[in-house]
């Protein structure tokens, strides 16, 4: 079935900017690009009713990244691009704050904690290391102490021996995820910005004169929609539109438990170098992550619910109420990537484990690159 005269005329013709893929990074793009460039007729494409992506199923860890997680990046890339890096969380994390307000995002400020339920062994940080990590990120967070040691048994409610380290970063907090999307989505219906779901872009043929997009569009079948200029947000699955992107999606699993009475933990939690995440919501817990031990799905969630139970003991007989997977994009380097791939044709993808934090500072930069000329 074709599209319309109606449906052709209203969305899909004479289209300035066709943004595929409808996550923080897309939604930004487009709200920036819209500010920019008044006049132009913007529309997002995604081929998922609700999202699809990280931006819909992610933890919600309004977060920079853990100390261990920080030091890893500094011996992996060096000091100064690490430091690159974790400032454009903190500038993403501090847009998004500004842009809607902790109260639509669902936001506190609420401090996370680094636990080393398996001992941890050498890579817990030595109070020096600790003192350097600090030294090195206090430009980007311009507080003496971004990280603290303290013991894991002060906090409240988990099962952790007296001599138990824990490092606390009071700055990282945690969002309603559903509440940041609806704030997205708000924000870019009020600038005009149509926002299509159910349309799945298959390829992309990028010229100078513009570009054409095969589209597969649900019930419609396939058709072809062009745009002056297209920006490819599709993270996890850039690859499937530019094979020569160095992006590949990494798959988490998520779950959350039934409420549990009497229960309170208030922090955010990093195991394992961030590798594995918990944090309240109300008085139940959400964990997930775990890809690095390289098991499946089944065998990944045994070994979250397992380590749940250990640091609550109180969680031992809680069903698990919800339980999802998600992909994150990842490659060779952790940076994200925005780069031109064809004439029109722009890519903003890789976000990896942080993209709320980065997602918004990735999605400025992908529209200041759009509207340059
Ligand atoms: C389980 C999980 C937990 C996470 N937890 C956190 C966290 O706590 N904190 C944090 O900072 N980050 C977290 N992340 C990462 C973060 O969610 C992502 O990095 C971020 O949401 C990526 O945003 P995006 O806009 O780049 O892409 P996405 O949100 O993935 O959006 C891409 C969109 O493109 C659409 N799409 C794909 N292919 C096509 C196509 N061919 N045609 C049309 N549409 C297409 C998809 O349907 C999707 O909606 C997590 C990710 C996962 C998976």
Redesign the pocket.
């Known amino acids: 079935m074709a599209f319309s005269y109606w449906e052709s005329n209203t969305w899909l013709e004479g289209v300035d900017l066709v943004v595929?893929?409808?996550?923080?990074?897309?939604l930004t793009a487009a709200i920036h690009a819209r500010s920019m460039r008044p006049h132009w007729r913007i529309v997002v494409?995604?081929?998922?009713p609700i999202?699809?992506?990280?931006?819909t199923?992610?933890?919600?860890?309004s977060?920079f990244g853990s100390a261990t997680e920080l030091q890893q990046d500094r011996q992996s890339f060096g000091d100064e691009d690490a430091l690159n890096l974790v400032r454009k969380r903190w500038q993403g994390l501090q847009n998004l704050r500004s842009t809607f307000g902790d109260d639509a995002l669902g936001h506190t400020v609420c401090g996370s904690v680094e636990l080393f339920p398996n001992g941890g062994g050498t890579c817990i940080p030595s109070a020096q290391e600790l003192q350097d990590l600090n030294r090195w990120i206090q430009p980007v967070t311009g507080q003496v102490e971004t990280f603290v040691q303290i013991q894991a048994h002060s906090l409240p409610q988990i099962n952790a021996k007296s001599e138990n380290t824990a490092i606390l970063s009071p700055l990282e907090g945690l969002l309603d995820t559903g509440k940041m999307n609806r704030a997205f989505k708000s924000l870019a219906h009020t600038k005009g910005i149509d926002i299509l779901a159910g349309?799945?872009?298959e390829t992309i043929n990028s010229a100078k004169s513009g570009c054409e997009m095969q589209v597969s569009a649900f019930s419609r079948g396939n058709a072809s929609i062009t745009a002056t200029r297209i920006l490819v947000?599709?993270?996890?699955?850039g690859a499937?539109?530019i094979p020569e992107l160095d992006v590949q999606p990494a798959v988490?699993h998520?779950f959350v438990t039934d409420r549990i009475p009497g229960f309170h933990f208030p922090h955010a939690v990093h195991i394992d170098a961030g590798y594995i995440?918990a944090r309240p919501i109300e008085n139940r817990i959400l964990m997930?992550g775990g890809r690095h031990w390289g098991l499946d799905e089944a065998e990944t969630r045994k070994r979250l619910k397992s380590m749940m139970i250990k640091l609550w003991p109180a969680t031992e007989a809680v069903p698990i109420a919800y339980q999802w997977s998600?992909?994150?994009?990842v490659g060779k380097n952790r940076s994200p990537i925005v780069q031109w791939c064809g004439p029109n044709t722009l890519a903003a993808?890789r976000?990896?484990?942080?993209?709320?934090?980065i997602?918004m500072e990735v999605g400025r930069l992908a529209a200041e690159e759009l509207t340059k000329n």
């Open positions: 595929i893929g409808a996550g923080i990074v897309g494409l995604d081929a998922d999202g699809g992506g990280g931006s199923r992610n933890a919600g860890f977060c349309i799945r872009v947000a599709t993270n996890a699955l499937t539109l988490n998520v995440y997930g998600g992909q994150l994009g993808v976000m990896g484990g942080m993209g709320i934090a997602g």
